[in-house]
């Protein structure tokens, strides 16, 4: 799975990613709720992927990943495994606006 970043400059390997977390700062009264991966690659390791003004939206979203990952695992049996696995290579979120 790939996850396309909010502002769509990032494309992010799914098989790369260590976490998906939401980040508020409690202290600054303005600040958003931003959702950051923890990625396994050189470089900077930190990916911002969408900020949110609601923190129950940005669960949803995170919720929504969570979905998204989990229709494309593997359940099937061994004669769906190449299909299985062609529409897991496939598989794709857009972090939403809002």
Do not use: W
């Amino acid at each position: 799975m790939i996850i396309i970043s909010q502002d769509k400059s990032e494309i992010i390997n799914f098989n790369n990613i260590l976490s998906v977390k939401l980040y508020h700062d409690n202290e600054d009264a303005e600040c958003l709720y931003e959702i950051y991966t923890t990625v396994n690659a050189p470089g900077d390791n930190y990916i911002l992927l969408g900020i949110y003004n609601i923190e129950e939206r940005a669960k949803e979203v995170l919720q929504e990943i969570t979905n998204t990952f989990s229709a494309g695992q593997l359940n099937g049996t061994l004669d769906e495994m190449d299909l299985i696995l062609k529409a897991k290579a496939m598989a794709r979120y857009e972090m939403p606006k809002e």
